[in-house]
């Protein structure tokens, strides 16, 4: 089994601790991301409900479609908007750690 010096030891530590609160944070803000599309789609359904109901019925086929390319299109920018933000904080994360194992 290899040995590794102390500051190696210190170094795989420090990016170990960085990993995991990356992913912790991450994980957190994609999930009220979700969170919040889902809470616009539901509300987005309640509407078309309600104008269903009050008498909008022979628009709603229409309606639903709108609805649907609505949903759709949100669901892509939410995708669009996690990668971008991934990408950003990799970005930065590997920006840390060459300062890091430069030190």
Request: aromatic share 8%.
């Amino acid at each position: 089994m290899p040995s590794y010096s102390f500051n190696v030891q210190v170094k795989l530590i420090l990016v170990l601790v960085a990993l995991h609160n990356f992913i912790h944070y991450r994980a957190h803000r994609v999930e009220n991301a979700i969170y919040m599309e889902a809470d616009a789609e539901h509300e987005a359904r309640s509407q078309q409900q309600q104008i269903e109901q009050s008498g909008g019925g022979n628009q709603s086929g229409g309606m639903r479609e709108e609805l649907a390319q609505r949903e759709d299109r949100s669901m892509v920018e939410l995708g669009e908007r996690m990668a971008t933000e991934m990408w950003d904080d990799y970005v930065i994360y590997m920006e840390r750690q060459n300062r890091i194992f430069r030190q």
